[in-house]
């Protein structure tokens, strides 16, 4: 039998709790606090550029965030099902269907759902294309504005072509935030708000950093949990300040090598978005045998660089090279390089229902990885907020099969 190994949690878990119920509380209220008063409301996709947003003064929620805080309170299958009965596929994104059923039924949602009504809906098809069919929804139902801004696939690197077609959109998407907004840009408050976002996502990037080291100070709960403010706060010193805190509870484990995972024997890479209703369940299997996520491409994905010079071409370059919206090559590579910077034994894919711009070309992935590391991957068939697909025995029985095949535990 497997020896029983304690996970560490961390201290700053209690002030990153506080700090987000602020943030949706305060969302709540959003037009009676600020200079000026009367802030406009958006919803917000993930990898959409928030730093304009808050330019313009515009407070951003994220329906994407609010899926997953549904999807750890384990109420997501019941919104989605309020959802489907309303004739949205169950094919659909668990984050869109769960929403959706948080606006038809917000007796079930956690905190009645999200603030609303939306004065303005922002979309961004960097990571995901089923957001453009779900915010046109959002839009019917409320009648409000949406602006969406394309960004091509990149297949290979960055064109110069591909640049200008993507800031020519940021430049509209201006005109048309000063119109609704009543506004004009304030380009130096914009850099502003572009230079807290490089800190935060330095910040990050250290923090994550520290995991190469053995044992590894974090694990993928960790991970996933406290990227909340480098996706919902990007842009503010609230982020900024909490990364520094972070970063010192973790660099202070480092010192004192203190492992997330006590006796850590394992270390392994994850590949998806969390499957949140099992946040801790799911990662117990590995840690209670002493193996541990030292890293992730999920929570990696907010590890952006924004380029010095003008803002509005920065964030065309960055938001248009998220890790997403490229080639299988280049997410091949990613894994290779996590794999051979972080000292890993293997990998897991989250083959994720939902979400299939990250999930339909893993195996393809999962090849040329082990062909080019000699580390296996082990893929986990589940889905990221719907507990309904998820089957624990044969996931427990193939993460056991897994293990002993990479560390004979």
């Not at 305060?26 to 000026?36: A, C, D, M, N, T």
């Not at 996933?224 to 706060?233: D, K, R, S």
Request: proline residues 6%; contains cysteine.
């Amino acid at each position: 039998m497997a020896e029983k190994r304690k996970y560490l949690p961390l201290a700053s878990t209690k002030h990153l709790e506080k700090m987000m119920t602020r943030h949706y509380a305060l969302s709540r209220y959003h037009r009676l606090w600020g200079k000026p008063l009367k802030r406009p409301l958006a919803w917000i996709t993930s990898g959409a550029p928030v730093e304009l947003l808050r330019a313009f003064n515009i407070h951003p929620v994220y329906p994407e965030n609010y899926g997953a805080i549904c999807g750890t309170r384990r109420v997501s299958a019941k919104l989605c099902q309020v959802a489907e009965a309303a004739g949205y596929s169950q094919d659909l994104c668990s984050y869109a269907r769960t929403h959706i059923g948080s606006i038809l039924r917000p007796d079930l949602a956690p905190m009645g759902g999200l603030p609303k009504p939306p004065d303005l809906l922002v979309c961004c098809n960097n990571i995901c294309g089923t957001v453009l069919k779900w915010y046109e929804a959002l839009a019917r139902i409320f009648q409000v504005p949406l602006l969406v801004l394309d960004t091509p696939y990149l297949p290979a690197r960055l064109t110069d072509h591909t640049k200008e077609y993507v800031l020519a959109q940021f430049e509209q998407m201006v005109v048309d935030l000063e119109r609704l907004t009543g506004r004009r840009l304030n380009r130096r408050e914009l850099a502003e708000q572009l230079a807290r976002s490089s800190q935060a996502i330095a910040l990050w990037k250290e923090i994550r950093e520290f995991c190469k080291t053995s044992p590894s100070p974090l694990n993928a709960p960790d991970l996933f949990i406290h990227m909340a403010p480098i996706v919902t706060l990007r842009g503010t010193q609230q982020a900024v300040d909490y990364y520094r805190r972070l970063k010192e509870e973790v660099n202070r484990r480092v010192r004192q090598r203190q492992g997330a995972v006590d006796g850590e024997k394992i270390r392994l890479v994850w590949d998806n978005i969390a499957i949140w209703y099992r946040i801790f369940g799911f990662f117990k299997m590995f840690s209670e045998r002493g193996a541990c996520f030292v890293t992730d491409t999920y929570s990696g994905g907010w590890v952006m660089e924004l380029p010095s010079g003008d803002p509005l071409e920065s964030m065309a370059i960055t938001y248009t090279e998220i890790f997403l919206n490229r080639s299988p090559d280049f997410r091949a590579e990613q894994m290779i390089n996590l794999i051979k910077e972080y000292n890993a034994d293997g990998f897991v894919m989250h083959s994720n229902r939902s979400c299939k711009p990250y999930s339909l070309i893993q195996e393809v992935i999962r090849r040329r990885v082990t062909r080019e590391t000699g580390v296996p991957g082990l893929v986990v068939e589940a889905d990221m907020a719907d507990e309904r697909v998820y089957a624990e025995e044969p996931i427990r029985n193939r993460v056991q099969a897994f293990l002993e095949t990479v560390g004979g535990i």
